[in-house]
């Protein structure tokens, strides 16, 4: 099958849009600014006065009816400035509970990425520490549960604002079956993915810079072979992560069932191509921070130089799903069936 992976016009002025926006608005600065909770209010405010919080809601309840190829677009703009808002997470969460007020982005909304556990908890929320609404599956429902966020959460190596929250105690709406929340989880793997090649992406440009203007007996670093070979292969990594998750994102746009033929090599299935996505732009963003890291020095390590906050967020947006290992045994039953026992 034949699929133009290309961004058409709307697209390409969304990304425009929404990637010069996040330069002026935000970018290190901001996001080092909102540590260690990592949010932002003021750019939240920002973003709802140019109602992006409900670009992903349905139209027929107020918003923007965007896919998840435009999403994907929106999320690499949003990784390349690390900002310091849960606007992902949110559009996800309004597109199967488009509420007036969440789609408005007056209440933040985010998922859940575990069921709840046997006391009604759901562990280590994304945004659970600022969100008035949060989307998860509690004994094999799907439910929406309005509560107050607490403001604070554990800290954690990317100063994201994580938190336990209760999937029992607040106002709960029933709004789908476990097979609804896959459906919800495959898309926030999507929308996670597109930040992730955004951070990577940025990170190679931060590397570029630093090489080109550290000099060392009397001519930049970035002119040594070994320096060059150690940056070569990044942009294939970014660009062939940011392929996946376009393809990724189409799938999940498509009407029908996808098909998984690796014999083949024929692909369309969402849920596999959103693992794949996730999986590859995590490993992406991991190795080209860790490379413009390297290539910072000592530097690199210190807080006043910006890598080592994208080189945080690399993981720490990555690892708030699971181990990779079980996101990878995850995707090898998606595309080889399951092998049982594991």
Known sequence: MSVDLGLSD??????????????NEAGPSVARDAEPLGFDPSLWARLRAIEAPGMGA????????AGLADLAVVAEALGRSIAPVPLLEHVVASRCFPARDVVAGEAVATVSLRPAAGDGTWRLVPAGAVADVVIGLDDGELVAVRG?????????HAAAPLADRSARLGERTAIGTGADFERVLDEWRVATAGALVGIGAAALEMALGYVMARTQFGVPIGSFQAVQHGLADLPVLIDGA??????????????????????DDEVTDFPALASMAFVFAADAAAHATDRSLHYHGGYGFSAEYDIQLLYRRARGWALVLDDP???????ADLLFGSAGGR
């Open 148 to 156: 107050e966020p607490p403001g604070a959460g554990p800290r954690n």
């Open 242 to 263: 940011r392929l996946l998750v376009q393809k990724a994102a189409w799938a999940g746009d498509r009407e029908g069932p996808g098909v998984c033929d690796v014999d």
């Open 58 to 65: 349905p139209a027929g309840a107020g918003g923007g009816g």
């Open 10 to 23: 709307e697209q390409q002025a969304l990304q425009d849009a929404f990637t010069s926006f996040f330069a």
């Open 325 to 331: 290992s079980r996101e990878c045994l995850r995707l």
